[in-house]
């Protein structure tokens, strides 16, 4: 049995989901999501097998819901209605994707590739094309306790690594978020967001002050008033970055 969450964003898409999948053998749906975080929370809590997940959603995209999921991600067919091009980038990182409107022989064919595909070149294959959001990724999903938020990459002051965890600092409050640091730093504005130190990355606009240190380190204050250090072989890349922002 495929135990499937439906996301899209449009409540007659999904229920249109919800009677084709009556057809398909040996499939269950989990439950339906109508945002990106509301997709994570389902995700995390029902532990579907299968995400039939739209791309086009308002807030946050299919592809970024889908860089985001903590590993190990179900299965992913993401649902579309991308012109020609687009569609020719699925095909060539052979992702499954279901080209809207859906009809019930294309769900089941697609559904039955799911099955008969390994875990581990379903993830490669996800991968692949979620590297398509990569540096073009303005909105982060962050977890606090057991809900998510949508936080714009303008709000972060801030992220951390800490305790293991990659943490998220806006001005008002922290969260935590799956990805590491190295993942986070490809998904960010380059011209926003500079790498401090093995464990810290900074939004530039947030800098007030950099103090040089003896050793060629350096401390950042940020306007919230948390001091971070710089490493030594990152002093000179900061230092230049700012200057080139203002």
């Avoid at 009677?19 to 040996?26: F, G, Y």
């Avoid at 091009?85 to 279901?98: K, M, Q």
């Avoid at 697609?110 to 390994?118: A, D, G, L, T, Y």
């Avoid at 103090?211 to 230049?240: C, F, Q, W, Y």
């Amino acid at each position: 049995m495929i135990r499937v969450l439906i996301v899209d964003d449009e409540e007659p898409a999904r229920e249109r989901l919800r009677l084709l999948l009556q057809a398909v053998p040996d499939v269950e749906v989990a439950g339906e999501a109508s945002n990106g975080e509301e997709a994570i929370e389902k995700t995390v809590n029902l532990r579907p097998d299968l995400l039939l997940l739209d791309i086009q959603m308002r807030g946050i995209s299919g592809l970024e819901i889908a860089a985001c999921l903590p590993r190990p991600r179900p299965r992913i067919i993401f649902c579309t209605a991308f012109d020609q091009y687009a569609v020719e980038a699925f095909e060539l990182h052979a992702v499954d994707y279901l080209l809207k409107p859906i009809n019930r022989v294309r769900l089941a064919q697609s559904i039955e590739r799911i099955r008969s595909k390994p875990a581990y070149d379903a993830e490669t294959d996800v991968d692949k094309v979620t590297d398509m959001v990569q540096g073009k990724c303005t909105r982060l999903l962050a977890r606090c306790g057991d809900r998510f938020r949508i936080i714009p990459q303008r709000e972060v002051v801030y992220f951390s690594s800490e305790g293991g965890l990659s943490r998220l600092n806006t001005r008002e409050r922290q969260y935590v978020l799956d990805p590491t640091l190295n993942e986070l730093e490809t998904r960010l504005d380059p011209g926003l967001f500079c790498r401090i130190s093995r464990a810290a990355i900074v939004n530039m606009d947030a800098v007030r002050e950099v103090h040089p240190m003896i050793g060629g380190t350096a401390n950042v204050v940020l306007n919230t008033g948390v001091v971070l250090e710089v490493s030594r072989r990152r002093v000179k890349e900061l230092l230049d970055r700012l200057e080139g922002a203002r």
